[in-house]
């Protein structure tokens, strides 16, 4: 993978990991009280809202879209550190419990992404941000319907999987948009 893509994938992943130490001693993690789905609600909420705004061609709340993309990739990890938290019947965790979980699936994606982009040869880099936007919510549609299904696919990856591709193309959106250099 090009040197250039790790190197801005990460920049865009120290700011999501920043807004979420933050938010974590803000919040601590009521979000642990989430169910899978309500998480799965969340993501589509950010990403019906991108995809609204890309439409419309406006907006009359002032939030960035950059700031949901973020969302997006925080709460896809949310999902990812709930699945793994799930005999873990604590409601609160300290940030320090939970970075090496984040950083675990934050290493584990960007493994993902470092697999396709070699298949792929940095196709993202041709798309539109719009186009990242639908496959983020037909990724979201999808776990809805394993979700729906308790878990059970008959030839389909997985609810992580999918997390994973949509915390890649949200990252992608990112990098598109500049959010790197921010």
Not at 41 to 57: L, M
Not at 68 to 83: D, H, P, R, S
Request: hydrophobic share 40%.
């Amino acid at each position: 993978m090009k040197t250039e893509t790790v190197s801005e994938y990460n920049q865009v992943i120290r700011h999501c990991k920043e807004l979420f130490k933050k938010k974590t001693v803000d919040y601590g993690t009521a979000w642990r009280i989430l169910r899978l789905p309500s998480i799965t609600d969340q993501i589509f909420i950010k990403a019906q809202r991108i995809r609204s705004v890309q439409e419309k061609g406006s907006q009359k709340v002032n939030d960035p879209i950059v700031d949901e993309f973020v969302g997006i990739i925080n709460y896809c990890l949310i999902a990812l550190m709930q699945i793994s938290l799930l005999k873990d019947e604590r409601l609160e965790l300290s940030y320090e419990d939970l970075e090496p979980l984040y950083d675990h699936w934050v290493d584990a994606t960007r493994g993902l992404l470092e697999n396709k982009n070699h298949d792929y040869g940095e196709a993202w880099r041709d798309m539109r941000v719009s186009s990242m936007t639908d496959i983020i919510l037909m990724k979201l549609y999808r776990v809805k319907q394993i979700e729906d299904n308790q878990g059970v696919t008959i030839v389909s990856e997985g609810i992580e999987a999918n997390y994973q591709d949509m915390i890649n193309y949200a990252v992608f959106c990112l990098i598109k948009l500049g959010y790197h250099h921010a």
